[in-house]
C-alpha cells in the first residue's frame, strides 16, 4: 500500500467524486482528474482563505470543480474556463448533479482568449487553480497575477509531470514550461509559494499583500 492509497482509505468513498469519474469514464474523457488527496486540499485552501471568487483554468469533468465549489462561502461564485464544449457540459452537469449548478460559470474555448476578456471585464479573483494545458502554465500564471486580488492563492496541478521534472534527460516543451512555472511559483518576488511532492505534484502559492 503507498502513502497515497492510505491517505485515500482515509477519505473513503465519496458518492459526488465518484459520479464524476464514471462520466468521465462513459464519456472517453481523458481519467486525468486532481487526485482525492489533492482535491480534499482544495476544498480547505478555498475555505481557510475565505475565496468569493474562484477561477478554475481546465473544468474536465467537474472533479476540481465540486472540490472548489465546496469550499466557497455563502455567496461565492466558481468561474471555469475549459476548451472544450463537450467537456465543459459533462462538468456542468457533474455541479448540478453536486448541487452547485447555481453558482459556476463556464466559458468555453482557448483560456487565454478567456482571460483576456476577464481582464477587460475589470474581473479579478481570491483564488486560481490551474489543470489545463502544461506548456501554457506560465502564460496563466502571468494572467492570475494580473488577476489576483491581494492575498489571492493560485494552485497548480501535476508540478512534478511524473518525475519529468527532475529528470534531467527531459527537455520537452512541457517539462521546461513546468519548470518555469515551479521556479516562479518559488521565487517570483509577488509569490510566497512551495511545491507538495505527493501524487503528481502540487504547486500552492500565495499573492503578497
Known amino acids: 500500500m503507498s502513502a497515497e492509497q492510505y491517505i485515500e482509505g482515509l477519505l473513503g468513498e465519496d458518492v459526488d467524486l465518484a459520479r464524476v469519474m464514471e462520466t468521465i469514464r462513459s464519456h472517453g474523457m481523458p481519467e486525468i482528474s486532481i487526485a482525492p488527496g489533492y482535491g480534499k ?21 467537474g472533479y476540481s470543480g465540486i472540490c472548489l465549489a ?6 461565492g461564485r466558481l468561474t471555469s474556463l475549459e476548451l472544450v464544449q463537450e467537456f465543459a457540459v459533462v ?11 447555481s ?12 482571460l483576456a476578456k476577464l481582464a477587460e471585464e475589470g474581473r479579478t479573483f481570491d483564488f486560481f487553480f490551474i ?3 502544461k506548456e501554457s502554465y506560465p502564460v496563466y500564471l502571468d494572467w492570475a497575477l ?13 508540478a512534478l509531470l511524473h518525475g519529468r521534472i527532475y529528470d534531467p534527460d527531459k527537455n520537452g516543451p512541457s517539462v521546461l514550461a513546468m519548470r518555469q512555472f515551479n521556479e ?26
Do not use: C, Q
Not at 462538468?91 to 449548478?101: H, Y
Not at 453558482?103 to 478567456?114: F, P, Q
Open 131 to 133: 489543470d489545463a494545458d
Open 146 to 158: 494580473r488577476l489576483a486580488k491581494p492575498g489571492a492563492i493560485i494552485v497548480g496541478d501535476n
Open 103 to 114: 453558482i459556476v460559470d463556464y466559458k468555453i474555448g482557448d483560456a487565454k482568449e478567456s
Open 91 to 101: 462538468a456542468r452537469d457533474n455541479l448540478e448533479a453536486a448541487g452547485f449548478g
Open 41 to 61: 486540499l482544495l476544498t480547505m485552501l478555498v475555505r481557510m482563505s475565505r475565496a468569493e471568487n474562484v477561477l478554475e483554468i481546465g473544468a474536465l469533468g
Open 70 to 75: 465546496r469550499g466557497l462561502a455563502e455567496g
Open 184 to 209: 516562479r511559483m518559488i521565487h517570483e518576488e509577488r509569490l510566497l509559494g512551495t511545491l507538495l511532492p505527493a501524487y503528481d505534484g502540487l504547486a500552492v502559492a500565495m499573492v503578497k499583500s
